[in-house]
Each structure stands twice: as structure tokens, then as C-alpha cells.
């Protein structure tokens, strides 16, 4: 089977070049660095559209298939206008991620509004936008979004969320799809919604249902499970309530390569098995529906790195060395929040020899901001560069102010060009929303 990007730790064009640095697209990390400070979220174009042409040629056998990218792994206007040049529509899961793609001039109608608790105003900013699909999540939403729909004049297409009962074994908190979840109809749910919506939601139009497994998943046949069971509920749903739903969104979560230890699947591995689930499903029971796919991470992730300047180390006696950034967990949440493992190399010095094992700790004040623990480097010294892969999805969407620390700036780069495709933080964006009420006086 043919192999995919998100096999690999690094990006497409990672190479070391005559100055002994590590270069990505022509860019010299270093360079980057000092052009642009650190830490600097950098992500390589050429990499990002490779993984989104790849996707496109895996389920390019099954033409009823509708690739969405999912928002909340990376969202900015820069990156959502290469995913549209690429033929992705966009799953969003807020009203400021359907704002920014918006703002990035994408077509509204390949829009996916998904989310737990949708708000009344994130709700009314769908319609007025004119989503394409919106996931309805339980049934306050149901009544919520008809009673909204009614108010505007508008009819909203629908999916039914639900939860299918399918455990995939990642981390706890990215799993989705078991049966004790907190998103979604239940399988014992659906059939009152439905009637709920044929008999009293007259501004619902439903398609199709929709679910989502988990994040990081290397297994491939949780993905026949979810076909198989999704497609038995619609066929279901359709002769007991004679419909003729014909929309089935399978979600997201392929994995991508974070360590050597990592062993994801490639997209064409997943997409064949999908397919064939779906032909299987499509003989016997004789619908061809649309499927939607939502990958997020398995996009992103692989074409983005992160640069950070080494400050102070610190040897623990008989203990650990460690090495000190200048950033952590809250451009990179991740390490803290769910033990994720990272990988890393010395930019101005990646071939010298790899004799000293470090960890390496962030900057913020908790004792669990550590970004990666023993990772053995040529010897960090202060000043040095160090490029954290793979972190191209949930870092800067992730991002936050801990520690009252700006955010850092995020550059696109291709063929020896970089721009800034988000702007870093100051220190009065910092207090832009800050007020003093007059009684507190003036000093
Ligand atoms: C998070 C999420 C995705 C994307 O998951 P990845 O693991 O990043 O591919 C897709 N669909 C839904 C509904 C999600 O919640």
C-alpha cells in the first residue's frame, strides 16, 4: 500500500544543508529564527498540500466523497484558503472558526457546523452564513435550531450526531465514539429525534447521520466498524420512517507519526478500507450516499514545526538534565495536558553527534511543563535552536496566555519564502481587553 505523509515525523523537504543547518522548503531554520524571533509556530505549504492531494487520490475511487478538514486542529485564514484551493470544505466547531473562513473567502455551502453546546448566537451566525450542514448534537438543539430556523425564515440541512459504540484505543480524552460519551445521540436516542423532526421540526431537513471515533487512531478497523454500523442505522432509520437519507459523515482521527514509536497508517490503507466497507454495504443494501471525512490532525500536523531558543540548562545532581525554552505549555498544551511525546532536533547542529540526554522543560511556571522528557540531543547549549516536529495541528489552536506570555507568530514558508501568516502577539494586545473601572481611582 502506498505510504502517506502522515507516515512521517518530519516535513516533506526537512533536509540539512551546506551550512550544516536543518532547512525546510528552502528556508533555513536559523534564519527563520532570527528573522522572526522565537518561538515561531512555521508551517511548510508544500507539505500541507502534498497530505491534502494525497487524501484527494485516496478516495478518489469512491466520488461520492466529500472531504471536510477539521478547524479546530489549525485555524487561520492563511491556512483555510490553501485548504479551499485544495478542494477541502471546512468542519467547524465555533461561531470564530466559521467567522475566520469566512473571513478567508470560503464558500459557505462546503461548511460543516459542529459542536456539543452550540450557542443560540453561534446557531443564528450559521444560518445567516448559510452553512451547508449542521451536526445537531441533542435535542435542545433540535428544538433550539428549528425555533431559530422558523425566526429567520430558513430551512437548515441537518446530520444527526451520534454516538455509534465503537472503542478505539488512544488516549481517554480523545476518545469519542464509546458509548459513555459526552457527544452525541445515543443509538437509543435517534429514533425519538427522528420523529420529533418529522412530526413537530418543520424548518429540519435531515440528510444523514454523522459520528466521530477518536483522535491519533492507528487502527484500521474501527473505520469498517463505523461504515458498517452507520450505514445499518440508516438503512434502518429510512424503511421504519420512510426517508431517504443519503448522508453518512464519518469523522476524523487518522494518526499521524509523533515518535519513532509511532506507526500510523497511511491515508491510502485507510481509504481502501472504507471504500470496500462501503461497496460491501452499497450491494447489499443498494444506497450510494455521499460520505463526508473530517481529518484534522492527520492534515496539519506533519507540515508544521515549532522553533525555540535553548536559555538556561540545570543538572540535577545524580538526576536529569534540563534544558530550558522559551516557550512550552501554552503554545504546546499537549505534553501536559495528555502525556503526548514529541520529537526534536538542534537546528544549527543536527548532525553533530547526539551525545547527551535531556529534558526538555518550558517556561511556564508548573512543574508539568516539560515539552519532551529524555530526548538524547549533540550537547544544547544556550542560544541554540531547537525544532520541535509535528506540530502543526492542536499547538497554535491550543494556544493560550498562561502566564500573561504573548503568542507566538506563525510564518508560512514555500521554496525559500516565508510571511507571516499570523502576527505575534504584543504586549498591548495583551491588554486590549483589559478596563479600569473609575472608582478604582487613578492610581
Ligand atoms: C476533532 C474532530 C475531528 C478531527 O479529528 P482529528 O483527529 O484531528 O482528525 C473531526 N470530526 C469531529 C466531529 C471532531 O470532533
Known amino acids: 500500500m502506498k505510504n502517506s505523509a502522515n507516515q512521517n515525523i518530519k516535513p516533506l523537504t526537512t533536509r540539512v544543508n551546506e551550512r550544516g543547518n536543518l532547512e525546510i522548503s528552502g528556508c533555513d531554520l536559523t534564519e527563520l529564527a532570527e528573522k522572526f524571533s522565537t518561538p515561531l509556530y512555521v508551517v511548510d505549504e508544500n507539505t500541507l498540500r502534498t497530505i491534502c492531494r494525497e487524501y484527494k487520490e485516496a478516495f478518489a475511487p469512491y466520488p461520492n466523497t466529500r472531504l471536510l478538514f477539521a478547524s479546530k486542529s489549525l485555524c487561520t485564514m492563511a491556512t483555510s484558503r490553501i485548504l479551499a484551493q485544495e478542494g ?6 465555533s461561531d470564530g472558526e466559521m467567522f475566520t473562513v469566512h ?3 470560503v464558500d459557505m455551502k462546503t461548511v460543516l457546523f459542529n459542536g456539543s453546546n452550540k450557542g443560540i448566537d453561534e446557531l443564528n451566525l450559521a444560518l445567516e452564513l448559510g452553512v451547508g450542514r449542521i451536526s445537531v448534537d441533542n435535542f435542545l438543539e433540535l428544538s433550539l435550531l428549528n425555533e431559530l430556523a422558523q425566526k429567520s425564515g430558513k430551512t437548515a440541512d441537518i446530520l444527526l450526531r451520534i454516538t455509534p459504540g465503537i472503542e478505539c484505543h488512544t488516549h481517554e480524552y480523545i476518545q469519542t465514539g464509546h458509548l459513555d460519551s459526552k457527544f452525541g445521540f445515543d443509538l437509543t436516542q435517534i429514533d425519538s429525534a427522528i420523529e420529533l423532526i ?3 421540526y418543520k424548518k429540519l431537513n435531515l440528510k444523514g447521520l454523522h459520528a466521530h471515533i477518536g483522535s491519533q487512531i492507528f487502527e484500521t478497523k474501527v473505520y469498517k466498524d463505523e461504515v458498517d454500523i452507520l450505514f445499518a442505522q440508516m438503512v434502518r432509520i429510512n424503511e421504519k420512517f420512510g426517508l431517504n437519507l443519503d448522508e453518512l459523515n464519518l469523522g476524523g482521527g487518522l494518526g499521524v507519526k509523533y515518535t519513532n514509536v509511532d506507526h500510523p497508517p497511511s491515508t491510502f490503507e485507510i481509504a481502501d ?12 443494501y443498494g444506497i450510494k450516499p455521499v460520505i463526508y471525512l473530517e481529518p484534522g490532525r492527520s492534515i496539519v500536523c506533519t507540515a508544521g514545526v515549532t522553533l525555540y531558543t535553548i536559555g538556561s540548562s540545570k543538572q540535577v545532581p545524580h538526576g536529569t538534565k534540563y534544558i530550558a525554552i522559551d516557550g512550552g505549555m501554552a503554545d504546546n498544551p499537549r505534553p501536559s495536558m495528555y502525556q503526548a511525546e514529541y520529537f526534536a532536533q538542534i537546528a544549527n547542529k543536527p548532525e553533530k553527534p547526539a551525545d547527551e540526554t535531556v529534558t526538555v522543560a518550558g517556561r511556564y511556571c508548573e512543574s508539568g511543563d516539560i515539552l519532551i522528557k529524555n530526548i538524547t540531543l549533540p550537547t544544547p547549549e544556550e542560544g541554540d535552536i531547537l525544532c520541535v516536529y509535528n506540530t502543526g495541528a492542536y499547538n497554535y489552536s491550543m494556544s493560550s496566555n498562561y502566564n500573561r506570555v504573548t503568542k507566538p507568530a506563525m510564518v508560512l514558508i514555500n521554496e525559500g519564502c516565508a510571511d507571516i501568516i499570523v ?13 479600569l473601572p473609575q472608582r478604582l481611582g487613578e492610581k
Open 88 to 93: 477541502f470544505g471546512f468542519d467547524v466547531v
Open 103 to 105: 473571513k478567508a473567502g
Open 198 to 200: 418529522q412530526d413537530e
Open 273 to 284: 478500507i472504507i471504500i470496500n466497507a462501503l461497496e460491501e454495504n452499497i450491494k447489499k
Open 423 to 435: 502576527e505575534r502577539e504584543t504586549l498591548e494586545d495583551l491588554t486590549r481587553n483589559d478596563k
